[in-house]
């Protein structure tokens, strides 16, 4: 099962950030959180992973609490394109990625 | 560098048969994942090979099975063909195993079985 909790959906305006949240309440110290995002039938897309501290690359904010309960994903200024399902993934040490249901996230114009 | 690929990208087969999938990871990568989507269980991960050993293997029956090659192309075999085999088949490609290590996705098989 996975890991993780997420929304089960959410709207954003285009052009404004979106805040994707994610609970992993019994994460362990040596997992890592990952996020990852699917685009109707397409192979899924890696976005950001991190530990312990936040994380920033050309796509995405990667935000962590200090206790490693939850983490929230940003992405800055949203497009039509980034409408897709994303998965928060809290990745066992030695296994492989168990993705839950995601979030599906649909920026309206 | 070129991302991971996958063949045949759609493929129609009966009930009984069998099918082989092929996946190139990336340049350099060693370890090689495939997983299964459907809509009623979404991506549930299949097996995953690093230099030619399986070292994972996910709850599927023993008609599914894969292999990995010298040069870290993979294939899944899916024996004994059932309706609810139809999904898109995902292989996605890591540089090493381990749990910090970032997987790289292909665009998927989409296997039909009629």
């Known amino acids: 099962d996975a890991k993780t909790t997420q929304p089960t959906s959410m709207d954003c305006a285009e052009g404004r950030a979106a805040n994707l949240p994610c609970n992993h309440s019994t994460i362990s110290g040596n997992e890592y959180v990952y996020w990852y995002r699917q685009i109707h039938s397409q192979g899924p897309q890696y976005i950001i992973h991190?530990?312990?501290n936040n994380e920033t690359n050309e796509m995405a904010s990667l935000i962590i609490t200090e206790d490693r309960k939850s983490s929230t994903l940003i992405l800055p200024h949203a497009t039509l394109r980034d409408t897709a399902v994303y998965y928060c993934i809290v990745r066992v040490y030695g296994q492989n990625f168990v993705f839950g249901p995601g979030t599906r996230l649909s920026v309206l114009p | 560098k070129a991302g991971v690929t996958q063949t045949p990208r759609y493929l129609i087969k009966t009930r009984g048969q069998q099918v082989t999938l092929s996946c190139s990871p990336i340049?350099?990568?060693?370890?090689v994942s495939w997983y299964q989507q459907t809509p009623g269980q979404g991506l549930q991960f299949l097996f995953e090979y690093f230099s030619e050993t399986q070292r994972n293997k996910g709850n599927f029956p023993g008609r599914f099975s894969g292999r990995q090659f010298s040069n870290s192309r993979s294939e899944m075999n899916v024996s004994t063909l059932e309706l609810g085999d139809s999904a898109l088949y995902l292989c996605a490609s890591s540089f090493r195993q381990g749990a910090g290590d970032t997987q790289y996705f292909g665009p998927g098989t989409r296997l039909t079985v009629l």
């Open positions: 340049s350099g990568h060693r370890s």
């Open positions: 991190g530990l312990k």
